[in-house]
């Protein structure tokens, strides 16, 4: 995000917006004004060396300088033996010879400014050619013999070291460093490394050279060298210090001179002409400036008045909903933006107690989250106060003549001010007057229809919420009286059931009539809370909770609770989640969406997902229901991909006893209940729904500090739910395991029967009087001879569980079959096979790991 700073520029007045032109231009009077300004400029030119002559005299001394390094360069190639012939020393004499004679030519030209000495410095110039190319005659006649010797010499000592004769090698010995003798030697002129080689050529000699003639050669050329090569160095110094650049150089200065001398002369006759020409041109410009600008002046001032008109269209009841005044907003900034040509644009509204941002609209800006550069921009006591913006990198003498971007900050009233930001991609010159007015009235449009909308929202929005908590205290009232007289009435039906199935330990008819009419009493108790919820009549115990642990403790009874097919997923949750509330309507919270997610769905596939993050709003923001303010929230999100949620709907999901399936046996209290739950946490909640995809819940309630309770101090003893005797048969075909797993069960208040084979418990069900409430089996026993079918087969109608070692899929089918991953704890034990005998009619696969518990 790009950092700007302010420039302070002060607030345009109204009478410096006023511009009055005090001269009428005409097109004829321009016209004559150009003719006259033409006519003293002819007047002007004088007579004098044309250009063209100057710059060739120019570029022949350039020429000079560089043929003649080109000639000193090639000179050190050809002894370094890196040329391949002297064609190029060649080429740079006759280039210097052609350059002098070319200066002659133009030098003897009418025109051409002349100095006294200028001729004889150009013979001199020639003089020193001559001489230079004297000494590279001489350096080519002596070069190429020393490269001819060197190539001897090198060639005859590869020779003989390749020669396997024997009185070669006797010649060599002791001799090694000859060839790197010579080699220092042409590299770097010495006296003593030539004593060296001419004292090793002397051994050499004496030694005789009829063995080889290859000794013989290494002898004269060797002397050669050393005779040679002091020669070559001379020359090659001659040429080197050569006096032809500094008779160019002296000769260029004096022709300068001259040339500037003649130059001044000629001034002075074209000042007084030349001035009046350009003053007369300057009017000019003037004139047509002043055009242009009350011109552009007056485009602006209509692009104004479009650009006002498109402002007002975004907010038109026809084309922007109410609900979607943010979005009037952002597009209303853009306009701003393109209109002043702007990169990026933002707008917000400031408090001015705080200098805080509580809305902003358009692209975001560093300065807006920063309360001591918002104050600098509303210092000023001035309603509207404008600041030139700059980048960090910006140069320090262009800060008052360029900017990157412009500041408008506008008090609208004793607390609030409006801000808004328009920032260029390039630097500009600083703005007009006028078009800091147009900011200041673009800004003063934006706010008061902003304005304007978001104070009728706000009345339509208290008034729907004042008939809404009037319904509600109405509804809450009745409702609080009736589900109380409900629940005495409740408390005795479902305690006289609890005791008919204590009596009543077999399966039977009574049995299981009894169980559906303790079944029903426990859905109206659920009922009854929710009715409770909205009136909030119960005692309310706050505590913080981390809902991690909350989420991890209803999971199997969510994943129990939802019909076939319907997946739920849990996403990764880190702990430190705290809240301040009521465990039980956290729980209530998430049985009821998840509950209203699974009645959503289009059918089997479906999937409803649990997730948890921390967030923190810097500033009130507008959701689904309400206002968000300011704040360190927890976010708790249940989303569905069920078929979603009207638009005309969604504004009355969480009203009293309304439905959309009525026919379908709904109350219209779930989601009422999770609004008085969610209310009584303090919470907020935002809804998105997109027909045909989904929905997602969005709970934001306030992060707590404080250390967590733990749930096993919330719920005490209620956390296992606890078996009254029923008879549950266990089958593992490890003893030692059956004896633990009798054990666990027996535990848990049911009464435990076990077997170590399946033929064991088949003998055992089919005799007489003997039954099962349940049968937990180690998928271990089956076999190819016994599948999983042949056991569902046998079964029937009483419930059963598997536990499995193994995580891969074990051919089970998913809608008839629960699984326990072992080791089983016993919480998970608990739950499971409460779950299975609540649920043995309509049975669903359930994934568990007891680790997770």
Known sequence: MPKLNLAKEATASPATLRHDLTLVATPFSIVVLIVAAIAFALMAIGRGQDKETHQAILTELRGLDLNNASLQRDVLRARAGLLENYDPLVDSVVALHRNVAALHSLFSMPETVKADNIEKQLNEVQQSIDTDETAVETFKT???????????????????????????????????????????????????????????????????????????????HGRLI???????????????????????????????????????????????????????????????????????????????????????????????????????????????????????????????????????????FELLSDPARIAEVLSETDSATYRNLQKPDALNFAIDAAYSGSALGLRTSDRLAALCIVEFSHPRLRPSSDEISLLEAAVRLL?????????????????????????????????????????????????????ILDLLRRRSTTRQYVEEIVKAAQRARLVIDQILALSRTRDYISKPIDLVDIIEDIAPLLQVSLPNGVELQIQDMTSDNVVEGNAVDIQHILMNLCKNAAEAMNGPGGVISIALQRVTIPSQQVISHGLLPAGQYVVLTVADTGKGIPPSVLPKIFEPFYTTRAKSGGTGLGLAAVHGNVEALGGHINVTSVPGMGTKFEIYMPRSVSKPVPLSQIFEQEQVPLGRGEIVAVVDGDNTALAFLEDQVAALGYEPVGFSSWEELTKWLSAANHTADLVLIDEAITTDELSYGDIEQFLRSTPYLFMSEQTEDRGLEPHKTMILRKPVASTTMALAIRSAMQNAPNRQALMLNASEL
């Open 226 to 364: 050393l005779s040679v090569l002091p020669e070559v160095r001379a020359t090659v110094g001659d040429v080197q210090a050569s006096d032809t650049i500094n008779r160019a150089q002296r000769l260029q200065h004096d022709y300068l001179d001259a040339y500037g001398t003649a130059n001044v002369r000629s001034q002075w006759s074209r000042v007084f002409l030349g001035s009046v020409s350009i003053f007369l041109c300057a009017y000019v410009v003037v004139l047509v400036d002043r055009l242009r600008r009350q011109t552009e002046r007056l485009r602006r001032r209509l692009d104004f008045e479009r650009m006002r008109r498109d402002v007002e269209g975004c907010f038109d009841e026809n084309a922007a909903p109410k609900e979607s005044r943010a979005i009037s907003m952002e597009n209303a900034v853009q306009i701003i933006r393109v209109f002043f040509e702007g990169s990026r644009c933002g707008f917000a509204l400031i408090d001015t107690n705080t200098m805080t941002m509580e809305l902003a609209f358009g692209d975001d």
């Open 142 to 220: 002596q070069n190429a013999l020393l490269q001819n010797s060197l190539n001897i010499f090198s060639h005859a000592l590869t020779n003989l070291h390749l020669n396997d004769s024997g009185d070669a090698h006797l010649a060599l010995d002791g001799l090694d460093d000859l060839g790197n003798l010579m080699l220092q030697y042409t590299l770097q002129y010495n006296p003593s490394i030539a004593d060296q080689i001419s004292s090793e050529l002397d051994t050499l000699a004496s030694r005789g050279s009829a063995s080889s003639p290859y000794i013989r050669l290494l002898e004269i």
């Open 447 to 499: 706010f008061q229809t902003f304005d304007y909308h978001r104070k009728q929202d706000e009345r339509e929005t208290l008034e729907r919420r004042l008939e809404h908590a009037e319904r509600l205290q109405s509804v809450g009232t009745l409702a609080s009286g009736i589900a109380h007289e409900f629940n005495n009435i409740l408390v005795a039906i479902l305690g006289y059931a609890e005791m």
